[in-house]
């Protein structure tokens, strides 16, 4: 029989993928990383994530059906109704996978899928800086800038199940194009990249290079880091008076090495604000670092499986 | 006993108060307005608002007790949970005035306190261009800028049951100063005012002397209007991009009286978006006009009030 104590959680970026063994309290008892390689198309991928999930649950000593279910969280647009993948910007090769029916078929288990950042949420939301957050917002920057909205708990969904794309805000008129259509983005203007690019046409090699330039008090880094630190001070100002949360979490690989810069800069927005005074909304980067993705998927396995099975036998999350 | 089939509707806004019984229909049965004066004090608002709620009744021949309670939409910040409104920019000297107590004391009927532009996207949800919607978004363009956030027909809440604010959005980091803290919000480049303010500069008296020369080609307008249209089609792009909505519904005064210079801008956004493509998401004019706000907190308060008295006996909207 299914066990809600268990899941297996799936997190797929465009470089690369992790697989583990969740359990209901958090702990991540086995897992994997594979390279993404997604051109290699999709039997390809099948496969090889197949065969990870069958090694971690070896490592941890658990069946397949030990397992309430597999959580994928993965680099969208992802369509959480219909299990498909349409993300020819990061997963090149995969669009119109059919992930949800493939795994199923494979594994023997019910799969979900949902967006990458919707996933890090929850993991944050069940076990990280989002705990006792009742209207949560997370914002994730790395290669990309992702955002989530969490709900009681629940993924906020726009119309057809899809998720928003928070990232792609607009912030300036002024920015350069990006991909989503729009020039100035909030993704085109603090992602890792772009900080890069900004860096490189004042020899500051890369968005680390940046850093370690601001943190020597090298006044290239500061022309270059100005526009990054005002461009999050109007987003998370976007996010507060938009969805007015209780929480706001900052994550990913950029807030995970610098995150006094984008939590100061976060928390300008909010001490600005005169309608939503600082009182109501807290900033706190995120807890889990990178497996947030792969364990919130898990958790949200066992959360839907619990659904179809009855009432949750799962405790809620407490206030932090 | 109380009926859900009529309520009373109340809109307040700074500068008058709209007072209607309402059927459940949406048809508006008999209505009054009056002046808000908010600074002729609480007392005197709530005498005033108490004699013109008997008028309507008897304008209608039904009785209080007919009625399923009172549904208030007021120019926020409100607090919706406590009653309690906090709103110093246009409704001085009530602050912290609960409108609930207070009615429900004088009328003996239940009484519901929501802000009014979620209280005209119910109005537009139930009986007009929002019907059908799952996910809806209203904007509404008059002396400020508002905005309602109608999920499966309930009002999206932020933390402490608060609404946020959608007019406050950041568009520029160049606009003049608003009182919510920030330079460049959305209020402060689209509302009535900003393009009054904007048009004097030129030798435009007021906002409708702007459109008005624009229907005259009068190259002052495009400059007027330019960094307008620009700002719509940033403010539709985010709540696209936020929200995913099914439906975004425009309404208000400068909208009702120009909705093709609004919905064009607000469709250039949608025909933009690439990760979100056109076939997702609607553009629409309000329909109901001016009661929107009445005819939506009348609403609610039919909802609220079958919610208390068991299942609801008042049908779901029906698409468009």
Redesign the interface.
């Known amino acids: 029989m299914n066990s809600p104590r268990h899941a297996l959680g799936i997190d797929i970026g465009g470089t690369k993928i992790a697989i583990g063994v969740v359990a209901s309290d958090g702990r991540v008892l086995a897992s994997q990383t594979l390279p993404t390689e997604s051109r290699r198309g999709i039997r390809d991928a099948t496969d090889r994530v197949t065969m990870a999930v069958r090694q971690v649950l070896q490592d941890c000593g658990l069946d397949c059906h030990a397992m309430a279910g597999i959580g994928v969280g993965c680099s969208g647009?992802v369509n959480p109704l219909s299990g498909e993948i349409n993300n020819p910007h990061t997963l090149p090769g995969w669009e119109g996978w059919n992930i949800v029916s493939s795994l199923t078929r494979t594994l023997d288990l019910p799969v979900w899928l949902e967006n990458d950042a919707d996933a890090a949420g929850l993991g944050e939301y069940y076990y990280g800086s989002g705990r006792g957050a009742?209207?949560l917002v997370m914002l994730t920057v790395g290669t990309g800038v992702g955002g989530a909205v969490i709900l009681d708990g629940e993924i906020?969904?726009?119309?057809?199940g899809?998720?928003?794309?928070?990232g792609?805000?607009?912030?300036?008129?002024d920015g350069s194009a990006c991909?989503?259509?729009?020039n100035g983005c909030l993704e085109s203007l603090i992602a890792g990249p772009a900080i890069a690019a900004a860096g490189r046409t004042l020899g500051l090699t890369d968005a680390a290079a940046v850093f370690a330039a601001a943190a020597a008090s090298d006044a290239r880094a500061e022309q270059v880091l100005a526009p990054v630190r005002?461009a999050v001070e109007?987003a998370v100002?976007?996010v507060?008076?938009?969805?007015?949360?209780?929480r706001i979490v900052l994550g990913g690989g950029l807030v995970e090495a610098h995150p006094a810069f984008f939590v100061e800069a976060a928390q300008a927005a909010v001490n600005?604000?005169?309608?939503?005074p600082r009182r109501?909304?807290t900033i706190f980067p995120a807890q889990l670092g990178n497996p947030a993705g792969m364990v919130g998927a898990a958790r949200w396995a066992m959360a839907r499986s619990a659904r179809l099975a009855g009432p949750p036998s799962i405790s809620a999350p407490q206030p932090t």
């Open positions: 647009p009742d209207r906020y969904r726009g119309v057809g899809e998720h928003p794309e928070l792609h805000m607009p912030i300036s008129f991909y989503c259509g729009r005002r109007a100002w976007n507060l008076h938009s969805f007015l949360p209780a600005g604000s005169r309608l939503h109501v909304a």
